[in-house]
């Protein structure tokens, strides 16, 4: 076995050591491209006081959501979480607390966490509740508020494909938030559909290097889809909503 | 008459140009993208990492990896490309898509915009909207002027907390087509059979009205 091999084979493996109040990020955007499977060991593994870095915290009952009956999550860093019914309670009984984050300046957090950069400005939020408590300053005579970089204990992500170095290759908007969590976390572990040996993928399509994977393992998926939305075969194509 | 929302997404759909790219909000602002004029091409930017947005796919061509950013499975075009959630924000901040066009609660006559919270009630976060009005130079929001009640949605200050600050400058509502400049509104168009008495009345924040107010023209 190489050093560089990555894979566990079992779920129970891949999330070895998460403990009580420790930080997770999350990739994902909506339902698509979560990892289901880890999420769904956590909810096992009974985890509690965790804070949850990710651009949602699922439905009632896939996803992220499913941590929620048994008030696995203290807080949750999210851009938008209106998908929930649980998590609504919760938040609104103060049971949850929830950090709303604008989409991009949540990206970018965790880009910065992984690449090792502490802080950095944004326009984004300047002005609006966001920006409360944040330095402010201008710059060519725009103002910019200064946002703290995540990290996490564990990152949690869903990749396509990979080798078993953990090099990954995402698909479609599947990809989202899964790259940026993969660099953010001390202990990152990916789920994927297809394994590979190294050397099978194309060092040049690759989207994330193996060097940021500490743990990786094949599963099976249910993708479900939150609004499925389609147009008639054979007539003229239409966007609605 | 008010306009439809199909009517609204119209009229709108009249400031696409060739070329652009353009970054549609959930609602009202999604029906653009089906009256984008002909002899035009526009490439529509999905916040979760699309740029080329197709239709809706049919029951076949449905894929669980590939929706917009309302959540909704759609297709793609030809000469689209996906990226990870961090690029797709560095063209949005970096002022790389051409028009945003994207819905509110409330502006007001200093181009303050509310649009993802009412304290207590709604709380389901911003998404990507801050990142969208912070980073784009020409915006449209689209809204109902008033409330059902009657209550005004264009105002001297916006009473819900604000997603961006100073970064409106144009709203199409039902009734009107509105500029915000020098800290006032200004009629720009009225929709056809409004008059401009029925706009002064449901417009809180100061309303500059010009001598000649034109209708909206559309095709059909």
């Known amino acids: 076995m190489s050093g560089f091999d990555k894979v566990v084979t079992s779920y129970q493996e891949a999330m070895a050591g998460l403990e009580d109040n420790m930080t997770i990020i999350a990739g994902g955007f909506g339902l698509c491209g979560i990892p289901e499977n880890l999420i769904a060991e956590i909810k096992r593994k009974k985890t509690i006081g965790l804070t949850v870095v990710s651009n949602n915290c699922g439905v009632d009952d896939f996803g992220l959501g499913v941590l929620l009956p048994n008030r696995q999550i203290k807080k949750i860093v999210a851009s938008y979480v209106g998908e929930n019914a649980e998590f609504e309670r919760q938040m609104m009984a103060g049971e949850l607390e929830v950090e709303l984050t604008p989409q991009g300046t949540l990206a970018e957090k965790m880009r910065a966490g992984g690449a090792g950069i502490p802080a950095f400005y944004t326009a984004t939020g300047v002005g609006t509740p966001v920006a409360e408590g944040k ?19 564990f990152a949690i992500v869903k990749a396509w494909k990979a080798d078993r170095y953990g090099n990954l290759v995402f698909r479609q908007t599947a990809r989202n938030f899964n790259p940026m969590a993969a660099t953010a976390g001390k202990i990152t572990v990916v789920e994927v559909e297809e394994i590979v040996e190294p050397g099978e993928l194309n060092p040049d399509e690759i989207h994330t290097p193996g060097i940021y994977v500490n743990r990786l393992i094949q599963g099976t998926f249910e993708k479900r889809i939150e609004q499925r939305t389609v147009r008639p075969s054979k007539t003229t194509a239409t966007v609605g909503e | ?52 947005m197709g239709p ?45 066009v994207l819905g509110a609660f409330e502006v007001d006559v200093n181009g303050n915009i509310a649009s993802y919270m009412i304290p207590g009630k709604l709380i389901k976060g911003m998404g990507g909207a801050m990142d969208l009005v912070a980073g784009a130079d ?22 819900l907390p604000l997603t961006g600050k100073g970064c409106i400058k144009l709203v199409l509502t039902d009734l009107a087509f509105i500029e915000i400049k020098e800290g006032k509104f200004h009629l720009l168009e009225r929709a056809p059979g409004v008059s ?20 909206m023209i559309f095709e059909s």
């Not at chain 2, 759909?13 to 353009?22: M, S, T």
């Not at chain 2, 075009?77 to 990870?84: C, E, V």
């Not at chain 2, 915006?139 to 949605?153: C, F, L, N, P």
């Not at chain 2, 449901?202 to 010009?210: K, M, N, R, S």
């Open chain 1, 135 to 153: 330095d402010q300053r201008q710059f060519k005579g725009r103002d910019y508020i200064l946002e703290e970089a995540i990290t996490g204990d």
């Open chain 2, 1 to 52: 008459m008010a306009l439809t929302r199909d009517q609204i997404a119209q009229r709108v759909a009249q400031e696409l140009r060739d070329g652009y790219y353009v970054n549609l909000g959930i609602g009202i602002p999604t029906l653009v993208a089906n009256f984008v004029p002909e002899g035009i091409e526009v490439m529509l930017q999905s916040e979760n990492g699309l740029l080329g």
């Open chain 2, 56 to 100: 809706f796919p049919t029951e076949e061509e449905i894929d669980a990896d590939l929706i917009n950013a309302g959540k909704q499975t759609v297709t793609m075009a030809t000469g689209a490309s996906i990226f990870d959630s961090a690029e797709s924000f560095a063209m949005i901040r970096g002022g790389h898509v051409d028009l945003t």
């Open chain 2, 138 to 159: 020409n915006i449209i929001v689209t809204m109902t002027h008033a409330s059902k009640h009657g209550d005004s949605k264009l105002l001297s200050n916006c009473s």
């Open chain 2, 196 to 215: 401009v008495e029925e706009i002064v009345k449901l417009t809180a924040g100061e309303l500059v009205v010009p001598d000649n107010v034109p209708e």
